[in-house]
Every structure is written in C-alpha cells, then in structure tokens.
C-alpha cells in the first residue's frame, strides 16, 4: 500500500510539474477605465518585427499568422490587408508602399473607420521571444488593453510558436472582456 502511494504521489508530482514547465508566461494589463467590453471589431496593424531567425517567418507571414489566429476569438477581426485595401479605395493612399511611421500615421488616422479597435504586436528577440499586445481605441488611439506573453526556451521562432502565442492573445482578450462583464454586472 505505501509503495502504491508513493507511485502516486511521484506520479502527480510528474503531472503538475509537466503542466508547469509548458505554460508560457503570461501578463495581461486593462487600463484604468478602459471599457473592452464594447469592442467588438479588432483591425490588425502591421507588427513591429525583424526576424532574428533564418528559419522564423517574416513580417508578412506574421501579419498574416495574427489575423488567422483570431479564429478563436469571439471578436470580428480585420486583416491589416482588408484595412489597407480599404484606405488604398477610400483615400488613394498604398499604406504599403509608405515606410513605416507613415504607413501607421496613415492607417491611425484611418482604423475606426473599420474597427472599434486595433491591435498591435510588437515582438522582441531575446534569449526568448516575447510578444507584447496591444490594443488601442480606434479613433482616439488610447490604449485600452495589453498583453505579454513569453515563449519558453525550448520553443523556437516558427510559425507554430507564433500562431500558438497569437492564439493565446485572442483568448485571454475574450476573457478580460467577459471578466470586466462580469465586474459591471456585480456593481449594478
């Protein structure tokens, strides 16, 4: 019986300490009096990435990764493509073919005409990759929301580590929103 229980524990304790060592840090920010409860169409703005990598994807790859990530969100989210396309028809600028700074002076100015908010990652290349989130009020461009999320040593830069911390972006901001939901119902 005491071998029994002591497999177990050593069991248990291999177990939690998997778990443990696969999660990816994580930290979420709500600004003071940000409401996210009332964004309900998310733009996706071009990241601010340099691939470190040979083998990591490149910045389109993870425009393109951020947007299809959101598949698990209950948000509407908008491709940067669909945005630029739409502020190339609608005021005959190619956001594209500007440098950066313009580019996002240009799609700032332009966002709430397609989205009540608009995300923007920005990732740092360090001895571990990190991904910092944040969303913005289209419009006013205040920041409501961020989010951080560390990758862990063993992952590297592909596109299965990038779609996996987009992924956990989008339901850690459906979270938040359903908590902040649930906070305003209390008070009332």
Request: net charge positive; aromatic share 10%; charged share 25%.
């Amino acid at each position: 019986m005491k071998k029994f229980v002591q497999m177990l524990l050593t069991v248990c304790m291999v177990v939690l300490s998997a778990q443990v060592a696969f999660a990816n840090a994580d930290k979420v920010t709500i600004q003071e009096g940000a409401d996210i409860t009332t964004v309900k169409r998310i733009a996706v703005a071009a990241p601010l990435y340099t691939p470190v990598d040979e083998k990591a994807p490149n910045k389109e790859m993870l425009t393109q990764i951020v947007s299809d990530a959101s598949r698990v969100s209950r948000s509407y989210v908008i491709s940067y493509d669909a945005v630029a396309e739409g502020i190339k028809k609608a005021t005959n600028v190619d956001i594209k073919s500007l440098d950066r700074r313009q580019a996002a002076k240009v799609y700032k100015e332009n966002a709430a005409n397609y989205a009540d908010a608009y995300v923007v990652l920005t990732v740092a290349n360090n001895s571990r990759t990190t991904f910092f989130f944040d969303v913005f009020k289209a419009g006013t461009n205040e920041l409501l929301y961020t989010y951080e999320i560390r990758a862990n040593r063993s992952e590297g830069d592909t596109i299965a580590t990038f779609n996996n911390l987009c992924e956990q972006f989008y339901k850690h901001l459906d979270r938040s929103a359903e908590e902040q939901i649930k906070a305003n119902s209390k008070k009332k």
